[in-house]
């Protein structure tokens, strides 16, 4: 069978959409337009955003230690403990 008779490539060539404007509008070459900014509303959301990411590792850190700590200072009278 030779590509020209192949019934999948002419179907696809009939429903496959036009390419869009927007793809062809800039020359090659040309770098696109910068983003827009960022409403300043997101300011806060933002900063709380990132405090909490940096904060994270502390914070599951910190889990780790008062967990270890629980198990360390366990008095045996808890259900864990089931020597008899």
């Known amino acids: 069978m030779t ?8 179907f696809l060539d009939g429903v496959r959409a036009e390419e869009t404007p ?7 070459g040309e770098q696109a337009p910068e ?4 409403p300043e509303r ?3 959301t933002r900063a709380a955003g990132r405090a909490a ?3 994270a590792p502390y914070l599951q850190a ?3 230690v008062a967990w270890l ?5 366990d008095d045996g009278s808890g259900s864990g403990n089931q020597s008899g």
């Not at 590509?3 to 002419?10: G, K, N, R, V, Y």
């Not at 927007?22 to 090659?28: E, L, N, S, V």
């Not at 700590?69 to 200072?73: M, P, T």
């Open 3 to 10: 590509p020209d008779d192949d019934p999948t490539a002419e």
């Open 22 to 28: 927007w793809r062809r509008d800039r020359p090659p």
């Open 35 to 38: 983003r827009a900014e960022r």
């Open 42 to 44: 997101w300011g806060r």
């Open 53 to 55: 990411a940096q904060a």
């Open 62 to 64: 910190a889990a780790l």
């Open 69 to 73: 700590a629980s198990g360390a200072f």
